[in-house]
């Protein structure tokens, strides 16, 4: 199994423009979730999904869309990219168990000029 | 917000010593998790501790959790080099929605 993989893994944009993360997993769970990690914060959740077609926001999810349309996939869409959203992005995934173990991805690094 | 947070911020010892991290955190939890990060990489769960439990052991690690004073320690016995990263606690909040919380993290460097 590979695991929670993210694509791609590095990438830089220039103000206003857009991307979209790419989350997959291939444990069958049913969680999904967003964070971002900036230095001296921690993690902070972007938006997380409790089941294939289901999305809901976290604690920082202004200027972040997402979509759940397979089970396995969760992507995390930046419309208008901001400076601000520089960032590590990191995707983990649970089982169908509130509160249990999460899995996470290697990270993307994003950095907005 | 932050639920949980460690302390130290950062914590430098040698190989061989004991280093002992805690964490603080505000409501009440259904269960506490700890989570170690290596530089440029994902975060990787340690251990769980649910709210009835006081003390749960995993090879090296020695968890302690005491929910009168909100608050738990995460011990790492015989440090070695390799036990160098960052660590995280997290909580699973009574009531709250299914997501953890994560603090700050604890940066710890042994030392060879």
């Known amino acids: 199994n590979a695991g929670v993989t993210q694509t791609p893994k590095f990438r830089v944009l220039k103000t206003g423009q857009s991307m979209t993360l790419l989350c997959a997993q291939d444990?069958?769970?049913?969680?999904m979730y967003w964070y971002r990690q900036d230095p001296g914060m921690g993690l902070r959740l972007i938006h997380y999904?409790?089941?294939?077609?289901?999305?809901a926001k976290g604690e920082v999810p202004d200027g972040y869309n997402v979509s759940r349309l397979k089970k396995q996939n969760f992507l995390l869409g930046l419309e208008s990219a901001a400076p601000s959203q520089t960032s590590v992005y990191f995707c983990?995934?649970?089982?169908?168990?509130?509160?249990?173990?999460?899995?996470f991805g290697p990270g993307t690094r994003l950095t907005v000029t | 917000s932050q639920q949980g947070e460690e302390d130290p911020q950062a914590l430098s010892i040698q190989e061989g010593e004991n280093a002992t991290m805690n964490c603080s955190y505000k409501?009440?939890?259904?269960?506490l998790q700890w989570y170690r990060q290596n530089s440029g990489r994902g975060l990787v769960h340690l251990i769980l501790?649910?709210?009835?439990?006081r003390e749960k052991h995993s090879g090296r690690l020695r968890v302690t959790l005491d929910t009168s004073k909100k608050s738990s320690s995460l011990l790492i016995t015989a440090s070695r080099a390799a036990d160098t990263a960052s660590y995280f606690c997290?909580?699973?909040?009574?009531?709250?929605?299914?997501?953890?919380?994560f603090g700050k993290g604890t940066k710890l460097t042994v030392n060879p």
């Open positions: 997290a909580t699973d909040a009574k009531g709250g929605s299914e997501k953890l919380v």
């Open positions: 999904s409790v089941g294939e077609g289901t999305t």
């Open positions: 983990a995934s649970t089982p169908h168990q509130r509160g249990g173990e999460q899995y």
């Open positions: 501790i649910r709210s009835n439990e």
């Open positions: 444990m069958n769970h049913e969680y």
């Open positions: 409501t009440s939890i259904n269960n």
